[in-house]
């Protein structure tokens, strides 16, 4: 399995998994996550600009030739009363349900952290839906901790 950066490229390949995790996530909490139709092609230029900007992360994990997984991550500045200036952030991360068990988001996720390291950001952040558990647990067994728990009402 190659994990890589992603490039233009692969674009095309990933915007089916963004198709998949959306619909997952819509199908978890369609108030939280009432996405407006076909979100994968919204994703295509953000996903462009994403492989060519330096301020970010966008990885993908290639098995002979087929692109099976992805992360994408942005730096983002913080609100000027903290003494956090920036902190990286992730989107997004899927692996293919087949490629699921073989500690492929586990490595997307530590090559995640070593690449915002090496930008110098000292802190990165992301959200889990709460149905998640797994997703949990493997951002637990990278060194993520429980910040805060955001709460939804629908009015």
């Given at each position: 399995?190659?994990?890589?950066?992603?490039?233009?490229?692969?674009?095309?390949?990933?915007?089916?998994?963004?198709?998949?995790?959306?619909?997952?996530?819509?199908s978890w909490d369609t108030d939280k996550y009432g996405f407006l139709p076909q979100?994968?092609?919204?994703y295509q230029r953000w996903l462009t600009r994403l492989a060519n900007q330096e301020g970010s992360v966008f990885l993908v994990a290639e098995n002979q030739g087929q692109l099976v997984a992805f992360v994408a991550a942005t730096?983002?500045?913080?609100?000027?009363?903290?003494?956090?200036?920036?902190?990286?952030?992730?989107?997004?991360?899927?692996?293919?349900?087949?490629y699921r068990q073989q500690g492929i988001a586990k490595q997307i996720v530590e090559l995640t952290i070593e690449r915002f390291r090496q930008m110098g950001v000292e802190q990165i952040r992301l959200d889990t839906a709460a149905i998640n558990e797994a997703a949990r647990k493997l951002f637990t067994s990278c060194g993520f901790r429980l910040s805060t728990m955001e709460m939804l009402i629908t009015l």
């Open positions: 399995m190659l994990i890589r950066p992603a490039t233009p490229a692969d674009v095309p390949a990933v915007l089916p998994m963004v198709a998949n995790i959306c619909a997952l996530h819509e979100p994968e092609k919204r730096v983002e500045q913080e609100i000027p009363i903290y003494r956090t200036k920036e902190f990286g952030f992730i989107h997004d991360i899927w692996v293919e349900p087949e």
